[in-house]
């Protein structure tokens, strides 16, 4: 039925056979793994060095904390493509090439995350802080106590761009992993497409598979992501 032109809207008999056949036969399972494993680690560090960094650039002072920020800014206008040579050859002098540790260490800080972060932290009053400081309480303390409660909704933004990107990278992972035990889920369905150029119904089963993990985390996330919006919206 996928073949037909126009495709019918609904199928005539409804059926879980191709997922079986993308799991069992193209092993899909282990590909599925290993796409959740690098997303959520690099959501997970990305989120916490973003938020250091951007809380450091918002609220701390340092010598030479504007030059650093602008110099940051610049450097967004070079292609992520121009890095990718310099950094592989890098991993591979250390030994990170074909492994997990490779696949994640790039998506562990982005620049766009540290400016977003910082952006919606410089609207935290300095009072605050100062007050918190009087009172005796260390940068730490104020770091986890009052300043994370506040920059949730930008964390919950930030953690859902930083794993779609990661989970739909597929440059990346084609370069650094060779080893097909350790390929993610979008190049996984790329081979699939050259091997099964004609069973669409395989691939179309492997494109909601690689959906609906990203659904189901805006769904549990999308009322902080929303709040995150609608504070944007009013400060703006």
Same mark, same amino acid.
């Given at each position: 039925e996928a073949g037909h032109f126009p495709p019918p809207l609904l199928p005539s008999s409804a059926t879980l056979h191709n997922y079986r056949e993308l799991f069992l036969r193209a092993g899909m399972g282990r590909f599925l793994f290993n796409s959740l494993l690098i997303s959520t680690c690099v959501m997970v560090l990305s989120v916490l060095f973003n938020t250091l960094a951007g809380y450091a650039f918002a609220k701390l002072r340092f010598r030479g904390r504007d030059r650093a920020f602008r110099a940051l800014l610049a450097a967004l206008v070079i292609p992520a493509q121009v890095s990718m040579m310099p950094l592989f050859l890098l991993l591979k002098q250390m030994g990170l090439v074909n492994t997990y540790v490779g696949a994640i260490v790039p998506g562990m800080a982005g620049i766009f995350g540290i400016f977003l972060v910082r952006q919606y932290a410089r609207s935290i009053p300095d009072e605050l802080l100062e007050a918190a400081r009087i009172d005796?309480?260390?940068?730490?303390?104020?770091? *986890?106590?009052?300043?994370?409660?506040?920059?949730?909704?930008?964390?919950?933004?930030?953690?859902? *761009?930083? *794993?779609?990107?990661?989970?739909?990278? *597929?440059?990346?992972?084609?370069?650094?992993?060779?080893?097909?035990?350790?390929?993610?889920?979008?190049?996984?369905?790329?081979?699939?497409?050259?091997?099964?150029v004609m069973d669409y119904e395989l691939m179309m089963a492997g494109s909601v598979v690689t959906v609906v993990p990203v659904l189901v985390l805006f769904l549990v996330l999308q009322r902080y992501y929303l709040q995150g919006l609608l504070l944007g919206s009013v400060k703006g």
């Open positions: 005796g309480a260390g940068e730490w303390r104020i770091f *986890f106590q009052i300043v994370l409660p506040v920059l949730k909704p930008i964390l919950v933004t930030l953690a859902i *761009f930083s *794993f779609l990107g990661a989970w739909n990278d *597929f440059m990346w992972p084609l370069i650094v992993l060779s080893d097909q035990g350790l390929q993610t889920l979008p190049v996984a369905l790329a081979s699939l497409s050259r091997e099964h």
